[in-house]
């Protein structure tokens, strides 16, 4: 029944797109999209996002630089980090990957972040315009990459027209996916719940629902009878777990073969959300690196 959402055919297409509009900024103003990748300390599974996101940006004509930081970087040494990039005009976007080791205040890093280069859309400022933007995605805006490449991904598979009075399930509340997400599906007119652990029955609560986008972290959590026949499902959890002969394979927090019986569409993990979030990194580098052109001071 369920139609396979490809996320990497989407996101190559998405980066053809924007690798034209990098080349024609170049072109007409002189500008290179300038990104900075932070990483601090050596978590394999970060450090291998954050080298795909490093990548990704050089093939769409982004100067995408990888800085690696020791795990022991006090908090003070990392602000100072990036006062030089808020400092840097070459640079319009900061990423600091998260997590963070436990010693680093979060907090404070991501509030220093000049939120013109906040291209992860978690400094208070983007967050507060995007709860309080009546089209979130009108355009303007630095929105978290995550959701922003899940409604890319469901705008192509429903329509983003199509949303409004749908019943929307989001669940996690992170504000990496969760929160945001369910401002932007609000934006789009459905009707939104978010659930949770602890939700009371939350197979009751998702089979209601026409969408249902899972950001939790919990391998397979999701079963087919959680599903309403034909919703579209979108999994972002990414989880590493052991296979039968002791090797290792990603899942996502849905249990696909169940699910795929059931769902009108639905994302694999891997090859769903994943390559659209990185995506969606370089389209806001690129928003970033135009908006310098409308106000020249805060570059
Ligand atoms: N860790 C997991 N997802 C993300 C993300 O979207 N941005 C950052 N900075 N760290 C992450």
Not at 236 to 251: A, E, M
């Amino acid at each position: 029944m369920s139609n396979v959402i490809d996320g990497r055919a989407s996101a190559a297409g998405w980066q053809t797109e924007i690798a034209g509009e990098v080349a024609d900024l170049r072109e007409r103003s002189g500008i290179t999209p300038g990104l900075r990748v932070i990483i601090v300390g050596n978590d394999p599974a970060s450090r291998s996002y954050v080298r795909r996101k490093s990548r990704v940006a050089g093939e769409v004509g982004i100067d995408g630089q990888l800085v690696e930081l020791d795990e022991n970087v006090t908090t003070d040494e990392l602000l100072t980090v990036i006062s030089g990039f808020n400092e840097d005009a070459a640079v319009h976007g900061i990423l600091v990957q998260l997590p963070l080791p436990p010693h680093v205040d979060e907090v404070r890093v991501l509030r220093t972040i000049a939120p013109e280069k906040d291209v992860d859309g978690f400094h208070p400022v983007n967050v507060g315009g995007l709860f309080s933007a009546r089209d979130p995605m009108d355009g303007t805006r630095l929105l978290p990459c995550t959701p922003l490449g899940c409604m890319r991904l469901i705008d192509e598979t429903l329509g983003v027209d199509s949303l409004s009075g749908k019943e929307a399930v989001v669940i996690g509340r992170s504000n990496i996916v969760g929160k945001p997400m369910a401002a932007l599906l609000l934006g789009a007119n459905c009707s939104v719940s978010q659930i949770h652990s602890r939700t009371v029955d939350p197979a009751a609560r998702c089979r209601d629902a026409d969408i249902v986008i899972a950001a939790v972290g919990r391998p397979g959590l999701v079963d087919g009878d959680w599903i309403k026949p034909g919703a579209a499902v979108i999994d972002v959890g990414i989880n590493r777990v052991q296979t039968p002969d002791g090797g290792k394979r990603l899942v996502g927090d849905v249990d696909f073969d169940a699910v795929a019986g059931v769902a009108g569409a639905i994302t694999p993990v891997p090859g769903g959300v994943g390559p659209m979030t990185v995506a969606g990194l370089m389209f806001n580098t690129l928003t970033a690196a135009r908006a310098t052109l409308q106000s020249p001071e805060s570059s």
